[in-house]
Nanobody, 123 residues
């Protein structure tokens, strides 16, 4: 069992920044940030392979969001800059520990999830 504990959400004006953190209690192969806005499906935002450090981003956040990790702390971060009202959503940290991911943007590939942290961007 791996527990994921998220922190860092909040409210900010458009153009502002926030940093989300996700601390994992054990080994992970791949971790990602997903988000879900009211009335919309959950979507992948940023992914990192925790072993090699490869990162991937949704087109909607490229150039604005950065996913990174601190291996010593077993923590993944999502730095969000130039935030827009459309970034408003509940953000979830996800982890795969089976090393079986075929499609990184498929939420069903991840076997552990955090509780979510709310990000609200006002115009």
């Amino acid at each position: 069992q791996v527990q994921l504990v998220e922190s860092g959400g909040g409210s900010v004006q458009a153009g502002g920044s926030l940093r989300l953190s996700c601390a994992a209690s054990g080994y992970t192969y791949c971790m990602g940030w997903f988000r879900q806005a009211p009335g919309k499906e959950r979507e992948g935002v940023a992914i990192i392979y925790t072993g090699g450090g490869s990162t991937y981003y949704a087109d909607s956040v490229k150039g604005r969001f950065t996913i990174s990790q601190d291996n010593a702390k077993n923590t993944v971060y999502l730095q969000m800059n130039s935030l827009k009202p459309e970034d408003t959503a509940m953000y979830y940290c996800a982890a795969d520990t089976d090393a079986t991911i075929l499609t990184i943007w498929d939420e069903y590939e991840y076997n552990y999830w955090g509780q979510g942290t709310q990000v609200t961007v006002s115009s």
